[in-house]
């Protein structure tokens, strides 16, 4: 049985067959079970086929599945070691997405790789995280409380933070702030600076508001009175609210959810896909797909308390944070608690990049885990 | 170090902060799915039936309206019809245009077109134009995609057979107007028509039958997926009148394009066997919907196409009148069979000069004599002794000066004059002289050419209080008239007056008897003047009647009935500014005669 919280000493590198059977299975387990969940979402999205979307994500999550694998196997060392050069070569790879987006037709995210279409904005929610974790492992507390100390990192935010919103994505770039905003918090930053942040960006809002794009504005008025354009704007949080209250408890059954069937509810197979499972399985089954997000939650938490090292603390923290925004995110948005955003329910929606990208930070977890016992210098 | 182990026992102190908190916001997560789904669910499971479900009413097909004889009066036909759907087209002005270029639309057509749509949702179907053709359908199908948002649509449309022919009994149907009350969901489709005038709307309730419901189960793009409930309407009920059909269309050819109205009826059960106010519209455009200057052109129309004058028509009953003047004198002691008057061709009441329409004057006459000549002094001298208030008295029972009722729109009553209806009307007195020219029928005297039926139906009865009726009456029911208080002598005597006027030389239609083995019509002429004749012109020589405008020559009228010995049918014709009513009446009533005697009998 698997036991939440306990630190041993033994500071030596597990070999390849100690660090295979050190793997949590029942965490792998969980993954697993959302994965098969968000499959037979996919197939009732479809009307009952595997095509277009159930089999093309269950071929991704495999991809996804070995990644996680051999990533759980690497040295925590060397993704400490290569941390900046994969910020920066993300960082990089930001700014070539942004520059082709304007020379060429409209918003562009992605880079097509050929065999896939890579979005350098998920890479960097991972590159992120991991070269904070290292400037934040090498760094005293006196640095980290002090202004100065944190000048660096929030320039490590700040620059592609900003190079997404241009994209223009909004969700991404806010999940890079709230996850980056999570590690501060969490390696010690002081209260009253989140305070003086906090009321900056307030006070910034009516500056800011001319920033957005015109969709964007619509989608914040459309949150704040969703009946100002039915038809338009405010249909999707309509519709959405109406499947899912629809489903009720039990819910109307697997492929019988009216709404998601008869093409009321938009974007069912995407950002909306918590809607069709919560009308088909009714509060029952949305409270049980919450509560296995939250037990994976918790099992990064114990995997980051127990890892000897501040970087994999840190790195584990930052990567379960930007997990649970992914969810919580999502189902607020599809609830109409906060305003539609584009986050897809990583693991359940369907979405190449970010099945991987999940896929590889639960990889960095494990390792983290797998690592637990390795216990890193201050350089 | 000290403060290394500060820096990590910081971080596991925030990082159980941050994942309580990330718990917490988890939490709100559930409360928000137990708000909706379990305490707003019911108003969810609503809506999101609304947005499934799409009811539509089923139109009952309307009741079909038959003569007698099971003839069809008025019946529902197929129908294709171009409608638009206005949320299909991509611009609705290009879609009309391209659509004129396969069938014109007149402007009014447009302009109506374009009030539907503004009036109704954008995906309720507006009509463009129905009563198409195979071939015009073939067109617009062929043309389908340079007509987005145009469907073809396979309906009833109500469809008169005999036309104007029985334009001013049936009715016709037409649209919902704003004013109608709409007390039924079926008014609310569009499309929907309801009868507006005649039997149609005398029996719309009737006729209109129940709608029936459709639910079925639409997708967000308004793609109909699968039935789930249907619950047929009730057809409109189908209703036989009384009227026959070959009569129907005989008498209204008879007027050959005359104005005027005429009533056939049976004198037993008071079943109306024709009716006809001629000329009428055609009420097979009216339920298409007529333009507005189409309705001008109608209602300027100089023989007044629109107006029922059978029963909206009030007309001097003339000499017909004197029936009734006849049977009051009778009853009232105030002439008998024996009593006669001298006709010198005029009379003196006071300072003034009362003619009779004979100048040289009848000489002695009797009753029987002053009716089959139509003698005026006779009945001014009546008429003097009587006094107007019985005169009126014996017009009432007749069912004179009042609404008989019968169930079409705009009747009139008519008017029969008293003392008391002038002092109330004028503040003055009743004159004697009005008395003598009310005796002959003229002066305030108006009647409508259904009273006048009705009058002669109660003569032929002898005496019993016929109403007459639309309604057939099938063999072996029975209508019990109440019998009135009159002496058969003096009907007998009025009567033997009526079938002199037809059959005896010098009876003024004389030259309208028939003899069909052995049945024989009598009646009463009357001719009333809309003119008066003045003092001057009656010294030079009165115009003829041919040099006059249409306007101002006189009306014709006959009543009679036959056979004469066993009166069955009454008839009663008016021709407005024309002569030759006795003539249709015996064509009409000879016709019925031998179809009476055919093997599909009138009764």
Same mark, same amino acid.
């Given at each position: 049985m698997y036991k939440f919280y306990e630190t041993s000493f033994k500071n030596q590198t597990p070999t390849l067959k100690e660090k295979f059977q050190n793997l949590s299975f029942s965490y792998i387990m969980l993954i697993m079970m959302l994965a098969g969940i968000g499959i037979v979402m996919l197939y009732s999205a479809a009307?009952?086929?595997?095509?277009?979307?159930a089999l093309n994500q269950l071929l991704r999550f495999g991809i996804g599945f070995t990644a996680m694998i051999i990533l759980a196997l690497v040295d925590i060392r060397i993704f400490m070691r290569y941390a900046y050069v994969f910020y920066f070569g993300t960082l990089i790879l930001l700014v070539i997405v942004d520059v082709m987006g304007h020379v060429g037709m409209g918003a562009q995210r992605w880079i097509n790789l050929g065999f896939m279409k890579l979005q350098p904005s998920e890479l960097m929610k991972i590159a992120l995280v991991l070269a904070l974790a290292r400037y934040f492992h090498s760094s005293s507390l006196q640095s980290i409380e002090s202004v100065r100390g944190l000048i660096v990192p929030a320039l490590m935010v700040l620059a592609p933070a900003f190079l997404v919103m241009v994209q223009p994505d909004l969700g991404t770039s806010l999940m890079l702030l709230f996850t980056a905003g999570a590690m501060f918090f969490v390696v010690g930053v002081q209260l009253w600076k989140f305070g003086i942040v906090l009321i900056g960006a307030l006070l910034s809002i009516p500056v800011g508001w001319h920033f957005l794009y015109d969709y964007q504005k619509n989608r914040v008025l459309t949150f704040l009175?969703?009946?100002?354009d039915p038809l338009g704007a405010g249909y999707h949080i309509i519709q959405s609210k109406i499947a899912l209250g629809s489903?009720?408890?039990? /819910?109307?059954g697997f492929l019988k959810g009216t709404q998601s069937h008869l093409n009321f509810l938009p974007e069912k197979h995407t950002d909306f896909i918590f809607t069709m499972l919560s009308e088909e399985f009714g509060m029952i089954g949305a409270v049980f797909v919450l509560i296995l997000n939250m037990i994976v939650i918790a099992y990064c938490y114990s995997f980051a308390l127990k890892s000897s090292s501040y970087f994999g603390k840190l790195a584990a923290i930052g990567l379960a944070t930007n997990f649970f925004l992914y969810v919580f995110i999502n189902m607020a948005m599809v609830l109409g608690?906060?305003?539609?955003? /584009?986050?897809p329910l990583a693991l359940?929606?369907?979405g190449g990049t970010v099945v991987l990208s999940v896929m590889a930070s639960f990889g960095i977890i494990l390792s983290v885990y797998v690592n637990r016992n390795i216990n890193i210098g201050k350089d | 170090m000290n403060r290394d182990s500060d820096k990590g026992k910081v971080l596991i102190n925030r990082a159980l902060i941050l994942g309580a908190g990330q718990f917490v916001l988890l939490l709100v997560i559930i409360l928000r799915l137990y708000y909706l789904q379990v305490y707003q669910a019911d108003k969810y499971k609503t809506l999101a039936d609304e947005n499934r479900i799409s009811t539509r009413m089923l139109v009952p097909p309307r009741g079909v309206i038959y003569d007698r004889?099971?003839?069809?009066l008025a019946t529902n036909q197929q129908n294709f019809q171009a409608l638009m759907v206005a949320e299909q087209t991509i611009n609705i002005q290009e879609t009309l245009d391209a659509f004129k270029k396969i069938m014109p639309l007149s402007e009014a057509e447009e302009e109506r077109i374009k009030k539907d749509l503004k009036r109704n949702r954008s995906f309720v179907p507006i009509k463009i134009?129905?009563?198409?053709?195979w071939e015009e359908v073939s067109r617009i199908q062929l043309n389908a995609p340079d007509l987005p948002g145009i469907i073809i649509d396979e309906g009833l449309s109500r469809y008169y057979p005999l036309g104007e022919k029985t334009a001013h009994v049936i009715g016709y149907v037409s649209s919902v107007s704003?004013?109608?009350?709409?007390?039924? *969901?079926?008014?609310?489709?569009?499309g929907f028509k309801i009868g507006k005038a005649g039997i149609e709307k005398l029996y719309e309730k009737r006729l209109r039958g129940k709608g029936g419901n459709l639910k079925l189960e639409v997708n967000a793009y308004g793609?109909?997926?699968?039935?789930?409930e249907k619950v047929e309407g009730i057809p409109g009920e189908k209703i036989e009148l009384s009227l026959d059909a070959r009569l129907q269309e005989k008498a209204y050819d008879l007027?050959?394009?005359?104005?005027g109205a005429a009533i056939l009826m049976s004198?037993?059960?008071?079943?109306?066997l024709a009716f006809v106010s001629a000329p009428a519209y055609d009420p097979n455009l009216m339920t298409q919907g007529i333009s507005t200057e189409e309705w001008k052109e109608l209602n300027s129309n100089e023989f007044n196409?629109?107006?029922?004058?059978?029963?909206?028509g009030q007309y001097s009953p003339g000499s017909t009148f004197k029936i009734v003047v006849a049977l009051a004198g009778l009853e009232n002691g105030i002439?008998?069979?024996l009593s006669r008057s001298f006709c010198a061709g005029k009379m003196m009441l006071g300072n003034h000069t009362f003619h009779c329409w004979k100048n040289i004057g009848h000489g002695y006459i009797n009753v029987v004599q002053a009716l089959q000549h139509s003698c005026d002094i006779f009945f001014y001298e009546t008429a003097q002794k009587l006094g107007i208030n019985k005169i009126a008295e014996m017009a009432r029972a007749f069912?004179?000066?009042?609404?008989?009722?019968?169930?079409?729109?705009?009747?009139k009553s008519g008017l029969i004059p008293d003392t008391e209806w002038k002092w109330q009307r004028f503040r003055e007195s009743w004159q004697q002289g009005e008395s003598l020219i009310s005796g002959i029928g003229q002066g305030y005297v108006l009647t409508t050419p259904l009273q006048l039926a009705t009058m002669t139906a109660r003569v032929a009865s002898g005496g019993y209080e016929v109403v007459p009726t639309f309604n057939k009456i099938n063999p072996g029911e029975k209508r019990d008239f109440k019998k009135m208080n009159i002496k058969p002598m003096n009907l007998e005597l009025v009567k033997q007056g009526m079938c002199d006027v037809v059959?005896? *030389?010098?009876?003024?239609?004389?030259?309208?008897r028939f003899d069909f083995n052995g049945q024989k019509m009598c009646g009463k002429t009357g001719t009333t003047q809309v003119r008066r004749i003045t003092m001057k012109e009656r010294q030079s020589g009165v115009i003829k009647q041919e040099d006059l405008p249409w306007k101002y020559r006189d009306h014709s009228l006959f009543v009679g009935y036959a056979p004469?010995?066993? *009166?069955k049918y009454a008839i009663a014709v008016l021709i407005e500014h024309g002569k030759g009513a006795a003539g249709i009446a015996s064509e009409l009533l000879l016709e019925t005669l031998k179809l009476d005697a055919s093997p599909k009998p009138v009764e």
């Open positions: 009307n009952g086929h595997w095509h277009p979307w009175d969703p009946e100002r489903g009720g408890v039990f /819910g109307k608690l906060i305003p539609v955003v /584009g986050v359940i929606s369907y | 004889h099971q003839q069809m134009k129905d009563n198409l053709t704003e004013n109608d009350v709409k007390d039924d *969901p079926l008014l609310e489709v569009p793609r109909i997926m699968k039935e789930i007027f050959e394009g005359n104005s004198v037993n059960t008071g079943e109306i196409l629109l107006v029922n004058k059978a029963v909206s002439i008998n069979t069912g004179l000066g009042k609404k008989v009722n019968v169930g079409l729109e705009n009747e059959n005896v *030389p010098g009876g003024t239609a004389y030259w309208s004469h010995d066993n *009166p």
